[in-house]
């Protein structure tokens, strides 16, 4: 059964069972399209998040696939183009995994004053797997695609119907070659609809907005799927959620420039080189961390032989996180914290750990990551009369979809210490 063929009269059995059955460990914002976040920080204290706790993000509704029907076809710039059963996708290529942190762009847009657009998306859009697929590289290699710097992989889903919009992300050639997977595995077992079932790219590093579920087609290009040909392609639109969505849009801005092409991915450096790119696309995660333990609004007993520790997660996307800072103080002062437990590769959580010896009264606790090439998490969003495209003096970009933040100060937790 293909997705198209499912209407509004015939809903497919895996959205029979109520989201919030299916997944008790998330709070449900939406039931259709599926999106639902984690419950609490603590579904963060394992390495691993299992896929029940593992936040989702739809822009349709979920499909019905039967694996065995289901093909991805590779077209453009390739010596023949093919179309590849899932079997053949498993078992004629290498088999690789990956533990990545994924994070929906959105994750802490609740945080924005005035309100942005969309899900009100707080911490809990980000999870952690071990994702095992196939090298993308390598079926590019076998039907001769072209793999030149500048080229791009459009890569689209299929679960769009009638004429809704395409989900459709181009990706830059050098970071397809380098890791990406089309992934369908989730923590050693098939993903679940909602996640991508049967096969979902997977980009180590970027926003979940770059993992185009349900992969339908790939397609080699040299550029990024824009201009009137995507535009209206087979009567739907293939570049709204690569050129419209997913773009640092500040209040003044109506409909951002569109690109064919750019030679900066890292989204940090581009919200900083706003002079030639004006609204930066959302691609590699910034720098980001979460206090676990102890939980929020806790009241905790502490005595002078006695510390408090203080644990939580950080992540950084295609860097590593250099050093995570602790403050107990509301950010007046900061203190470095200890890095705990393995090092799973630079997609992967890094723990951090800080022993505090606290005194009675409220404190509000804070984190702050920095990366190994010295970006830090800025503290707070800033007001949308501020204008700004990028990270400035301390200050996140409110922008009208509220992507991307990593300020840390909406992050904080308060507790009590008594006696």
Not at 85 to 105: A, G, L, N, R, W
Not at 128 to 137: D, E, F, L, Y
Not at 166 to 180: E, L
Not at 226 to 237: C, I, L, Y
């Amino acid at each position: 059964m293909s997705p198209k063929d499912y209407s509004e009269n015939h809903e497919p059995r895996n959205q029979q069972i109520p989201l919030a059955e299916k997944y008790p460990g998330l709070v449900v914002l939406s039931a259709a399209p599926a999106n639902a976040q984690i419950a609490s920080r603590s579904h963060l204290e394992g390495y691993l998040t299992p896929r029940e706790d593992h936040y989702i993000r739809n822009h349709h509704r979920t499909p019905e696939i039967d694996e065995s029907e289901w093909t991805v076809s590779l077209t453009g710039m390739v010596d023949e183009d093919v179309e590849l059963s899932i079997d053949e996708i498993k078992h004629s290529y290498s088999t690789e995994s990956v533990i990545h942190v994924m994070e929906c762009s959105g994750n802490g847009r609740a945080y924005f004053t005035p309100e942005a657009e969309g899900d009100q998306w707080t911490y809990g859009a980000v999870g952690s797997a071990i994702w095992t697929g196939t090298p993308v590289q390598e079926i590019l290699d076998e039907y001769g695609g072209v793999t030149d710097d500048g080229l791009w992989l459009s890569v689209m889903g299929g679960e769009a119907v009638d004429d809704e919009d395409v989900f459709c992300r181009s990706i830059p050639m050098s970071k397809v070659i380098d890791d990406c997977l089309l992934a369908y595995e989730m923590n050693g077992s098939p993903m679940t609809a909602e996640h991508g079932y049967p096969i979902r790219l997977l980009v180590p590093g970027w926003y979940g907005n770059n993992s185009v579920k349900w992969v339908e087609r790939m397609h080699v290009m040299d550029q990024m799927v824009a201009g009137d040909e995507w535009e209206s392609k087979d009567g739907r639109d293939y570049t709204e959620y690569q050129q419209s969505s997913y773009r640092i849009i500040p209040a003044q801005d109506d409909e951002p420039e569109r690109y064919s092409s750019l030679d900066v991915f890292s989204t940090y450096d581009q919200m900083q080189a706003t002079d030639e790119i004006q609204n930066a696309y959302l691609f590699d995660q910034l720098v980001k961390s979460l206090i676990i333990s102890p939980q929020e609004h806790t009241t905790l007993t502490s005595s002078s032989d006695e510390r408090i520790e203080i644990t939580g997660v950080a992540w950084s996307g295609d860097d590593t996180v250099e050093r995570v800072e602790v403050s107990v103080d509301g950010g007046d002062t900061w203190r470095e914290t200890e890095f705990v437990g393995p090092d799973l590769g630079r997609h992967a959580l890094r723990k951090f750990r800080y022993n505090w010896d606290a005194e009675q009264g409220e404190h509000t606790l804070l984190s702050r990551a920095t990366d190994e090439r010295g970006r830090k998490q800025p503290a707070t969003v800033s007001d949308p009369e501020a204008g700004l495209r990028g990270i400035e003096t301390e200050k996140y970009p409110w922008n009208q979809n509220g992507y991307g933040n990593n300020a840390y100060v909406p992050l904080g937790i308060s507790v009590t210490i008594g006696e």
